[in-house]
């Protein structure tokens, strides 16, 4: 015997994206239960580097990175690292990212990372003003600065790139870069602006605040480690380590790892994995930037934030398994070297890493399958806070059927 549904929607992952989904449901008139093995907001959503990328509508690699990548991955603390005994599991997916290369499918990412990017910002104002708390992002652009007079060309080609995509781009000298960041150093050449961007200043309250709201309208958490689930003609049935959950539908949006509950529940195995990502908390460092700033030739941000500054960046490939390497996580300080007039302080700093959900076409997957029963959120890869708002709305839809054809690009079915 089925026991009857205890909620409408379970939304398992109580990251970002969960909660602000979580939030839209319950707005919806749905009774909703909140799952999370940890606290709301402990996870990637935790120690992100807080910039709203919408600038960022390329997948996550392309074909120039090919001809860099053997000496990346020889250098341990490049932006790139392989854990070579990981290697076996992932080359899989690895095939599937270099197969996503080629023309036609690398450009059906681009469209799709493009039309959520568009609606993000919009998207995140909406939201952040109905909890009447708007100030926790800021709408000031953001800066990727080059030092090189070689990078110059290749900069110049991401502009040009950048503005076939109707992505807003500005050129910077370096006179303008430093009027408007005064601290950075004057070896810097120029930079590319992007006016349309912004950041949050404090991404771990930003989910707190959104689950405040959430539970005022209604939605229980319950912290619990999902371990796997069945449909049945009643609905969902989810095993925990705290026993049975039953509802009528469930949302998959635990980021990482929502790969085996998706094959649990559809039966569809997605070629989902990990990017691991690291940051260093300068809590210091109050006054150094206006605004996010990115490296082109680093290949690391650095966001001004309630609590100092946080450096961020790298993609390491080891599983959800290993630990952390976090002398990663303190490369950012000495990548921080040379980009400033005076080097950054590193009293109190503390370092973190966390796990990016990644499929090998850069795109989510947003949908609605199994006759409705289950939906699904997850796979931003670098773009989970950048992307939240906006796929809430969209699975606000999906809920009560009204998914438009623009939501095809990221179908589970695309696997």
Known sequence: ?????ETDIAVVGAGIVGVACALQLARQGRR?????????????????????????????????????????????MGPLRLDWKYLPKVMPWFTRLLLNLRP???????????????????????LLGSIGRSELFQEDGSLLVFEKPESR???????????????????????TMREAAPQLSPSLL????????????????????LFEAAKASGVRFVQAQVD????????????????????RQVLVSCGAHSAKLTAALTGKRVPLDTERGYHLMLPGEHQRLPFAVTSLERKFIMTPMAEGL??????????????PSMQRAWQLHRLSKGLFRHDLSVEGATP????????????????????????????????????????????????????????????????
């Open 1 to 5: 015997m089925v026991e009857a549904a």
């Open 32 to 76: 909703v239960t909140l799952v999370d093995r940890q606290a709301p907001g402990l996870g990637a959503s935790f120690g992100n580097a807080g910039h709203l990328a919408t600038e960022q509508v390329f997948p996550i690699a392309d074909l120039a990175i090919l001809k860099r990548l053997p000496r990346m991955l020889l250098d341990p």
């Open 104 to 126: 036609a499918p690398f450009q059906r990412s681009v469209a799709g990372i493009r039309t959520l990017n568009e609606g993000s910002l919009g998207a995140w104002h909406r």
């Open 153 to 175: 060309q290749a900069l110049e080609a991401l502009r040009t790139r950048m503005q076939q995509q109707a992505v807003p781009v500005d050129f910077w000298s370096a006179e």
């Open 190 to 209: 120029g930079g590319l602006f992007f006016p349309c961007t912004g950041h949050f200043i404090d991404p771990y309250r930003v989910v707190c605040e």
């Open 228 to 247: 796997g689930g069945q449909l049945h003609s009643a609905g969902v049935s989810l095993a925990s380590d705290q026993g049975m959950l039953n509802a």
């Open 310 to 323: 946080r450096l961020a960046g790298t993609v390491e490939f080891a599983g959800l398994q290993a630990p």
């Open 352 to 415: 973190w890493m966390g796990f990016r959900p990644s499929l090998p076409d850069s795109l989510p997957v947003i949908d609605r399958v199994c006759d409705g029963r289950v939906l699904l959120a997850f796979g931003h890869q670098h773009l989970g806070l950048t992307q939240a708002a906006v796929t809430a709305e969209w699975v606000g839809r999906l809920a009560e059927q009204a998914g438009g054809p623009e939501m095809g690009a990221y179908r589970l079915d695309r696997f």
